[in-house]
């Protein structure tokens, strides 16, 4: 066998993808996903290696480099498999199938994935990560490698059989419909904040064990009970409230940058997983906008600034888009880039770093203890958990007089910061994900009046249309200059939903009319016409193993959870109560879970909240200008399923029929398909919203 190591690129080095590219000088024989790897399988008669992961993930450039930079374990690879690469962000179908296959067969999940294949992708063995040699529980991946090989060559017939199994099986369980109705009642959601509450951290926020997730569509559900509960609404708000307060106090919010990490390695939200995910802040950012409105509290809008200000600065394409993630790790070290020794503090800080350390508790032994690194002691994530009255009165300081001071120290140090080797960035822009933060943007510009973040949202939403639409469909994937991969079901619901808030922001009739093309693309092409819901993938697509029906909330909301709420939004908007319908039949599928197991149906919790609430319609006629009033009114108020209708007159939607003349601004309130007079005077909507419904 020969294990000389090569410099030649492999074929990865063809790709946009910057996972992908990654590896492309690895020894290792890489292809892409595609039919060459599969004709290569076929007429070598080797098995397929199929490894999954993504950019920002450590275990993934861990085994990476134990493993597939190894000229060793490279050539058995070769030798004795066809390895074929994927970036989950860029093919999260091909994902989604070979994840549920490694679910079924050990029982976890995770990247990187590791899965053994015939030819036509069925699946034989699979697993996480392995290690380079046996240890912890795992075997070494190159005693996996030769095992598998000498099974391979020596007993196929029983490898084959026990693939046709394990696809016939999962083939089944994809088909299996769950259920087809769903009770819509008041008790339901009750149920599910119940079962909220037995997971609740009542110390700490959050819900479960560790590693913590914001799990942000929980939260959003949660809020949107309260809205419609109030006072009954079961400890929802006080969920949130604490949740919120203790994840902007910990370390998994970039206390110098803004922005959050992925997830907390501790129940104290203080040391996270640094990787920084465009989904994960575009979400919290709704989040944390929807709790000022509630609670008014500043300190939610200075979280939700400092995020979507992040964005700007780091995570966006010149064209408007934005990019998929930050790295963990710098110079090879997990956050290196984000954590201080007080050394540190002191040279950036001089003689004021003692408030600075004492505010954001950073102290000589440090939070942050890398077993990999254990040469790097004294390292300190930044936390604010110390109350700033008691840091402000140790040093002679009024709260606010401290608030200032601390404000232009973390400009300092951000400033210290960026002169560090940065974390590596994936430039991918992902359509699903911009929708996401389009709606984030969108929002944010119309509750805090925000001239950048419109502009930042009207860009975004050109650069999706001149880049990643073509014919009335959208790509999944740009990156490099080129828009790629036929678009999924993520994508068409999360960027329909970006435009709904488009729509409540400028009143531009195109933007809720390109909403309403994108379902229909849904409907058309993803809808399950015999058991309901919506399937990932389009009709006419490349035929993988499974074609499923995505449910389950993961860090973005499920496939079906975004479909059935863009679902519920046109259907109000264009008076197609038959779209509520389907929306319905998508809730119908996991009825049996939502109040036992709520946890991963976030997203369509949130549905059945939106059916349960009176419907509401607010039109508001105008010039712009004429009209601001009476929408700063509306922005001030969390009113979830508000449907905003803001015109300038001319008609487009059933809702304005008989209203087309905006030569006076005036606003119309209806509530339980009931409208009032119309108010004339911003002061007079105010009264109307805040009447009890």
Sequence with gaps: MDTRPTQRANRLAGETSPYLRQHANNPVEWY????????????????????VGYSSCHWCHVMAHESFEDPEVAACMNDWFVNVKVDKEER??????????????TGRGGWPMTVFMTADGRPFYAGTYFP????NGLPGFRRVLEALHESWEGDRAKLLASAEHIASSLRESARRAQTGAVELRVGLPREAVRSFSDAFDPAWGGFGDVPKFPAPANLEFLLAHHAREGERDGGALEMVVQTLDRMAEGGIYDHAGGGFARYSVDRRWLVPHFEKMLYDNAQLARVYLHAFQVTGEARYERVVRETLDYLLREMRDAGGGFYAALDADSEGVEGKYYVWTVAEIEDALGFEAPLFCAAYGVTTEGNFHDPHHPELTGRNVLSRMAPLEQVAGSFGLTADEAARKLDG???????????????????????SWNGLALAAFAEAARVLDDTTYRVAAERNAAFVRETLCADGRLLHSYCAGQARIAGMLEDYANYGLGLVEMYKLTGDLAYIEWARELFEVILRDFHDAEQGGFFE???????LLLRQRPLFDAAAPSGNGAAALLALWLGRYFARPEWERVAVEAIGLVADFLAKNP??????????????????????LGEPRARAGF???????????????????GGGLQLLEGREDASTPMAFLCQNRACGFPARTPEELARQLDEPG
Excluded: H
């Design 599 to 620: 946890t991963g149906f976030g997203s369509l919790l949130q549905c059945v909240e939106f059916l349960l609430a009176p419907p509401r319609e607010l039109v508001i």
């Design 631 to 649: 929408e700063r009114e509306a922005a001030k108020r969390f009113m979830p399923w508000l449907v905003l209708v803001p015109s300038a007159g």
């Design 32 to 51: 892409p996903w595609g039919e060459e790897a599969f004709e290569t399988a076929r007429r070598t008669g080797k098995p397929i290696l199929l490894s």
């Design 409 to 431: 120290l973390r400009a300092r140090l951000l400033a210290e910061r960026a002169r560090r080797a940065a974390p590596g960035l994936d430039d991918k822009v992902l359509t």
């Design 132 to 135: 380079p040699a046996d240890g």
């Design 92 to 105: 999260p179908d091909v994902d989604s199938v070979y994840m549920t296959a490694v679910q079924a067969l």
């Design 537 to 543: 993938t389009g009709a006419g697509g490349e035929e």
